[in-house]
């Protein structure tokens, strides 16, 4: 509420004395005469009336549902947070976050089928790419025809959400050794390796699991990075305008690539 402050002046007005005082008449009996003051009330502060309350809108109130679906999955009360989901979907159905998050919360289930299908209807809502919606679509494809153990991507989850770079790296190496065909795990651990030889040899088996688009690109543009620090800068060039100028490179590979041009190694 906006607040008006007053400055209260009290103006008090004295009578004055002459300086030639009148015959018989002592200064401190005129000092001591009644003085003329006038007390003047301070001008009252004009409050507007309370503005009645703002009724939200339909994205805010799908925003607080969203959060609460949040903090009941974070909880482990998944069936809740996709009642949440549900409703802030409903409130702002063109908005893909709810949706994204229901499928995640489908994986925290275990349940694959029914997570791919959120998965796929936000990749309809956000054609051009949301998150990392395409990586985890082609992941959960691979999962459900069986080319991957069940449970892969849901481990991967884990490991990501790991609070120390020792358990990440052990996570991801152990998926490594359960799921070989899993290329997320190895694209993770491509930075980990103990050397350029090694991270050239983790990222090539990425590669060779054929990735997703977006997954290809962002391993193509690493792939320039291990060049330069190779001292192959022409060859690390030409890997990066191929990308930009690929009409099979996603938008976001483009964008990616053409700011790695303008890059330019430390010495």
Not at 75 to 80: I, L, R
Not at 81 to 90: G, K, N, P
Not at 135 to 160: H, N, Q, S, W, Y
């Amino acid at each position: 509420m906006r607040r008006f402050f007053v400055l209260s002046i009290a103006t008090t007005l004295l009578g004055g004395c002459s300086c030639q005082g009148t015959s018989g008449q002592s200064s401190s009996s005129i000092d001591a005469g009644p003085a003329s003051s006038q007390q003047v009330s301070p001008p009252q502060a004009v409050q507007p009336p309370p503005a009645p309350p703002r009724e939200p809108t339909a994205f805010e109130k799908a925003s607080q549902l969203h959060a609460q679906g949040r903090l009941s999955g974070e909880s482990g009360n998944f069936e809740q947070a996709l009642v949440f989901f549900q409703q802030a979907h409903e409130l702002a159905p063109e908005w893909p976050l709810p949706v994204y998050d229901t499928g995640l919360t489908y994986i925290l289930m275990g349940d694959i089928p029914k997570a791919l299908g959120f998965y796929e209807q936000v990749d309809k809502m956000a054609p051009e790419g949301f998150s990392d919606t395409k990586r985890v679509i082609e992941c959960l494809r691979r999962e459900k025809a069986g080319r991957v153990p069940k449970g892969t991507f849901r481990k991967f989850i884990d490991a990501m959400r790991s609070k120390d770079q020792e358990s990440f790296e052990k996570k991801l190496e152990e998926l490594t050794r359960t799921a070989p065909n899993f290329y997320p795990a190895w694209r993770e651990l491509i930075s980990y390796g103990k050397d350029l030889d090694e991270q050239d040899r983790r990222l090539a088996k990425a590669l060779a699991l054929k990735p997703d688009a977006e997954s290809k690109g962002e391993l193509l543009i690493y792939k320039s990075t291990l060049l330069r620090r190779r001292g192959k800068e022409e060859e690390a060039r030409k890997l990066l305008q191929s990308l930009v100028e690929d009409p099979q490179s996603t938008k976001n590979t483009v964008i990616r690539a053409k700011e790695a041009l303008t890059f330019t190694l430390p010495p």
